[in-house]
């Protein structure tokens, strides 16, 4: 089969064709390393979360065997507490380059890890990770603040960093939801995960003081929506409040509301978080913003400074073109994206005390 048969699936009008996205895909794979790194570009660092977008994104071009090799990479690199260290050069897993530990970069490979048994029914692959994403989903909720964030990450001698960001506590709440979902396929009762889910969906849903103020930068506003935690008319509310904050049309998204510069990655994410919302035309139109973005190879350069004209910075992501091709794959059907972006059916976790009904 050729690639443009097994992105198929992935056309869109404006956006992409089935060639088109094969080419984005195989852009990807020209990323991966040998051993199933994937960095941000080669001779650039890797980081756990963007590697995992990555892999999602092959899997959802028909690239399993890519995708799952990938996953082996965090089996084999996790640390002993679960974690694994921000940054790595190049992807060499010897060679480290940031040595804290991120918490939403240690929760998300549970989001890899369920889509890629929901896109190839890999029963095998399910058992061989579940401990990955067990050890990792501990790691993750000993972060956790007594209002129920996320702590940001232990420093590289370990001590525990306090300070809570929405957008890293967003994704971890969707990454503690797909834990609870393998929790569920493994027969294995969590009921301490699923209170932390409450916990921390209501953290931020309803109390923006626990994070830090990054209120300018454009993830903080979607990523809520995106993760899953703020859904129906307060989602609607949400994504039309700052709208014209972020927004350019016809170029995409800023990065930062202060700044003429769209970013693909954001511009791409705002679209899964529109198609989530049941804004799909919206989605669609964010989308084709975006196409002055990309490159001949197929992939997507990371912005463009639209004051001057200018593409920056020169380079062109494997995580970029990963959200690209999420994005497409949630608005075309995709079964395994929609699941784990939509999130119907993913546990939503015990409810706090303060949220439930008096009896």
């Not at 869109?12 to 060639?19: E, F, I, R, S, Y």
């Not at 510069?261 to 804004?279: F, I, K």
Request: contains cysteine; proline residues 6%.
């Amino acid at each position: 089969m050729t690639g443009a048969e097994r992105t198929a699936r992935l056309v869109l009008p404006g956006v992409l064709t089935a060639a088109e996205a094969a080419a984005t895909a195989a852009g990807i794979a020209a990323v991966q390393r040998p051993d199933g790194a994937i960095p941000w570009f080669r001779g650039h660092h890797l980081d756990p979360w963007d590697h995992v977008e990555a892999a999602m994104a092959l899997d959802t071009a028909g690239e399993h065997e890519r995708a799952a090799a990938a996953y082996d990479w965090l089996a084999r690199n996790q640390r002993p507490d679960g974690s694994w260290y921000a940054a790595y050069a190049d992807g060499d897993a010897a060679r480290p380059t940031d040595l804290a530990r991120e918490s939403n970069f240690c929760a998300y490979p549970a989001v890899g890890v369920l889509h890629h048994y929901l896109s190839t029914g890999d029963e095998h692959f399910r058992r061989r990770m579940w401990p990955v994403v067990h050890a990792a989903t501990e790691f993750v909720l000993a972060l956790q603040q007594d209002g129920g964030q996320l702590g940001w990450r232990r420093d590289p001698d370990g001590t525990a960093v306090p300070d809570a960001l929405l957008t890293g506590s967003a994704s971890g709440h969707h990454a503690l939801r797909c834990a609870l979902a393998l929790a569920g396929l493994e027969g294995a009762h969590r009921p301490d995960w699923e209170l932390a889910a409450g916990r921390l969906g209501h953290a931020v849903r309803a109390h923006p003081e626990r994070f830090l103020d990054k209120s300018r930068y454009s993830m903080d506003w979607y990523y809520p929506v995106l993760a899953g935690a703020v859904r129906g008319p307060a989602a609607a509310e949400r994504l039309d409040r700052r709208w014209d904050d972020f927004v350019v049309p016809g170029l995409g998204v800023r990065c930062v509301s202060d700044h003429p510069w769209v970013t693909g990655g954001e511009t791409a994410e705002l679209a899964l978080a529109l198609w989530a919302a049941g804004r799909e035309d919206s989605a669609v139109e964010v989308l084709r913003s975006m196409s002055h973005l990309r490159a001949a190879d197929g992939l997507y350069w990371t912005g463009y400074v639209y004051a001057d004209e200018a593409v920056w910075p020169e380079e062109r992501t494997a995580w970029t073109a990963g959200a690209v091709l999420l994005a497409v794959a949630a608005l075309t059907g995709d079964t395994a994206t929609r699941a784990v972006f939509g999130g119907d059916g993913l546990p939503r976790g015990l409810a706090p005390d303060c949220c439930r009904a008096a009896p």
